[in-house]
C-alpha cells in the first residue's frame, strides 16, 4: 500500500531521548526523490538516543499522517524499530529510504482519515459548531483541542466547501481567553443589521466555559474567516452548572430571533430584536424523553410532513449518555412552537423515559443544523463518535471526523410523524455510496479478503436494521465498541443506502427513514459487498 509519491510533502522531527529537546530542527528535512526520501544531514546523530516522528500530507485527498518511535543511529542506521519497517529504512547521509510505503502500510494498518467528510487534520475534535450558508459556501466550525487528540482547550476550528464532499481547512477563529474556553454554538448572517455590526454581518454565540458557564457573542465583517469578541461579553448568564451550546435562527413568524440552550436536563427558549439582550420565555423537556445524561446542542427548526398539508416543528436534543444503543446520542421531539413555547405532540411517546431517536448507530452526535442554508433547507451534520470510546479510538496524531451531510425530513405511518435524515443531494451521482434493492429479510455484508466484516441485518419479521462491528477489524480498544446497534424500522424497507469510507460506514434504509452511523478500523479496505437472503 504506498502512501508515497510525487503529491506528498512530508517533515521531519528528532527528539533527544534524554532532555526531550528538539534536534536539528528544521534542518533535517526529507526530500522526496523519485526513489523516496532522502535525509539530509543525519550523520551528525549518529549514536544518538532519539525519539522520531514523521508527518506528511496528500495535497490530493486532504489527509495527514504522523508516526512517532523510538531508536537510535548506529553508523548512520536507524536502529532498534520494529523488524518489518527497519529493513525499509536505510538512511545515513544523504541515503535514500526506499518503499516507505509498504513498510508504513504493512507496520501501521489501513488509513483512516476519511475522504468525503469533515475532520480534525491534526489533534482532537467533537461538536460541530456555527454552520451556515454564505455566498456559495458551507461554514462549517468545529470543536478542537489544538494540543493533542484528546479533549482539550476547546477552539473553534473552521473548515469550508462548496459542494459538502471537498472540504478546505481554514485557520481557527476563536480561540480560550479570560472567560473560559470555547464550547458550543451558532452562527447566523445578519442580513438586516439587527445587532449593529453591519448589514450581512456573520454573528456567533457560544458557551464560555470556566468554573462556571456563560455565553457571548463575536461578530465578523469578512464572511466568517475572522472575528471580534463583543466587548460586553458575556451576554447571558444562569444560576446553573450546565448552560451552554446556544442555537438562535430568525423566527419570520413573530419577527424575532429565537435562541434555544441546554440547561441541564432541559431547554430554555429566548427571544431578542438585536442578538445581544435576550429574554427567556419558557422552558421544556424536564417530563419529557431521555434524562439519563446531560442534554446538550439543541436545534428546532420547522419542516413539511411529506404526503400532508401539514407542518411540524421538531427539537433535537444531544444527551450524552443514554443513547439507545449506549454512550451519547440523538434524541428529537416533534411539535408546535408560537415563537415562545414548544409543546410536544401526542405526549405519550415521550414520557416514562420514552425517546425518539435521529440516528441508532453508536456514532451519531452533537447534531445541528446550518443557518442561511440555500433554498430553506436544514442540512445537517453530526459529530460522528461515542464518548463513550472518543478518547481511545486507534487513530494517529488525530481524532473524530463528522457524518455526512444530511437532510432532515418527516413522513408519517399510521398516523403517527416520524424524523428521517437522507443523504444531501450534493452526493447524489457522485460515486460515494452503495444502494441495495431488498425484498424481505437479508444480510448485507461487507468484507475484505483478510476476513473483516461488517454485518447489515433487516429482518421484516421483528421490523428491525441492525449494524455488527464485532469482526470489522480492530475493536479491543474499548469494551463499548463491539456492541450491536439495532434500529426499530416503521414500514417495510425496499432499499438500504450505504456510505463506505476509511473508517466508517453510514447506513440509510429507505434513503434516511431508518439510520445507523458506525465507525470502524479495518486493517484493509471492506471493499467486498455480499448479499445473503434470510
Request: hydrophobic share 35%.
Amino acid at each position: 500500500m504506498a502512501f508515497l509519491s510525487s503529491r506528498l510533502t512530508a517533515g521531519f522531527d528528532f527528539f533527544d531521548k534524554q532532555t526531550k529537546d528538539m534536534l536539528y530542527e528544521p534542518a533535517y528535512a526529507a526530500v522526496l526523490g523519485e526513489g523516496g526520501y532522502s535525509f539530509q544531514n543525519v550523520a551528525a546523530m549518529s549514536n544518538r538516543g532519539f525519539e522520531f516522528t514523521i508527518g506528511w500530507r496528500d495535497s490530493v485527498k486532504d489527509f495527514h499522517y504522523d508516526i512517532s518511535f523510538n531508536g537510535s543511529f548506529n553508523k548512520n542506521r536507524i536502529t532498534q524499530l520494529p523488524e518489518e519497517v527497519y529493513y525499509t529504512w536505510g538512511c545515513g547521509n544523504g541515503d535514500n529510504i526506499s518503499n516507505v510505503g509498504y513498510a508504513l502500510g504493512s507496520w501501521f494498518g489501513y488509513q483512516t482519515h476519511g475522504v468525503f467528510r469533515t475532520q480534525a487534520e491534526v489533534d482532537g475534535m467533537n461538536d460541530p459548531n456555527g454552520m451556515f450558508y454564505l455566498d456559495g459556501e458551507w461554514h462549517l466550525y468545529y470543536q478542537w483541542g489544538p494540543y493533542g487528540s484528546m479533549w482539550n482547550n476547546m477552539t473553534w476550528a473552521h473548515s469550508v466547501s462548496r459542494d459538502l464532499i471537498h472540504w478546505e481547512h481554514r485557520p481557527e477563529v476563536l480561540k480560550p481567553d479570560a472567560l473560559g474556553s470555547i464550547f458550543s454554538g451558532s452562527c447566523v448572517v445578519d442580513h438586516n443589521n439587527t445587532a449593529g455590526f453591519g448589514a450581512g454581518a456573520v454573528i456567533a454565540l457560544y458557551t464560555s466555559a470556566a468554573e462556571v458557564q456563560t455565553q457571548s457573542l463575536a461578530y465578523s465583517t469578512d464572511g466568517g474567516n475572522t472575528f471580534i469578541k463583543y466587548e460586553g461579553n458575556p451576554i447571558l448568564t444562569a444560576d446553573i452548572a450546565d448552560f451552554r451550546d446556544p442555537n438562535m435562527f430568525w423566527n419570520d413568524e413573530i419577527g424575532k430571533w429565537n435562541l434555544i440552550l441546554a440547561c441541564g436536563q432541559e431547554m430554555r427558549i429566548y427571544t431578542s430584536d438585536n442578538l445581544i439582550e435576550w429574554t427567556e420565555e419558557s422552558r421544556f423537556g424536564k417530563s419529557y424523553g431521555n434524562h439519563e445524561g446531560v442534554w446538550e446542542c439543541p436545534d428546532l427548526f420547522k419542516l413539511p410532513v411529506e404526503g400532508t398539508d401539514q407542518q411540524k416543528w421538531v427539537l433535537i436534543c444531544n444527551i450524552n449518555p443514554g443513547g439507545p444503543n449506549g454512550g451519547s446520542a440523538t434524541q428529537y421531539f416533534i411539535g408546535d412552537f408560537d415563537g415562545k413555547k414548544f409543546t410536544v405532540d401526542n405526549v405519550d411517546r415521550y414520557i416514562d423515559g420514552k425517546a425518539l431517536w435521529q440516528d441508532y448507530g453508536k456514532d451519531h452526535y452533537a447534531a445541528v443544523s446550518f443557518s442561511n442554508a440555500p433554498d430553506g433547507r436544514h442540512t445537517m451534520i453530526a459529530w460522528m463518535s461515542n464518548w463513550e470510546y472518543a478518547n481511545v479510538v486507534p487513530t494517529m496524531q488525530y481524532r473524530s471526523a463528522n457524518t455526512i451531510a444530511r437532510e432532515p425530513f418527516l413522513y408519517q405511518v399510521d398516523g403517527e410523524i416520524f424524523l428521517g435524515s437522507r443523504p444531501s443531494p450534493e452526493y447524489d451521482g457522485a460515486g460515494l455510496d452503495q444502494t441495495v434493492k431488498v425484498k424481505g429479510s437479508c444480510q448485507i455484508l461487507l468484507a475484505n479478503q483478510a476476513g473483516e466484516q461488517f454485518a447489515i441485518n433487516y429482518d421484516q419479521q421483528t421490523m428491525t436494521l441492525s449494524c455488527d462491528r464485532s469482526r470489522s477489524g480492530q475493536i479491543d480498544f474499548s469494551p463499548h465498541f463491539n456492541e450491536v446497534a439495532t434500529a426499530p424500522v416503521h414500514r417495510k424497507l425496499s432499499s438500504i443506502r450505504i456510505f463506505i469510507d476509511n473508517s466508517s460506514i453510514e447506513v440509510f434504509g429507505n434513503n434516511g427513514e431508518v439510520c445507523l452511523t458506525s465507525l470502524v478500523f479495518p486493517f484493509s479496505p471492506l471493499s467486498e459487498l455480499i448479499v445473503n437472503k434470510r
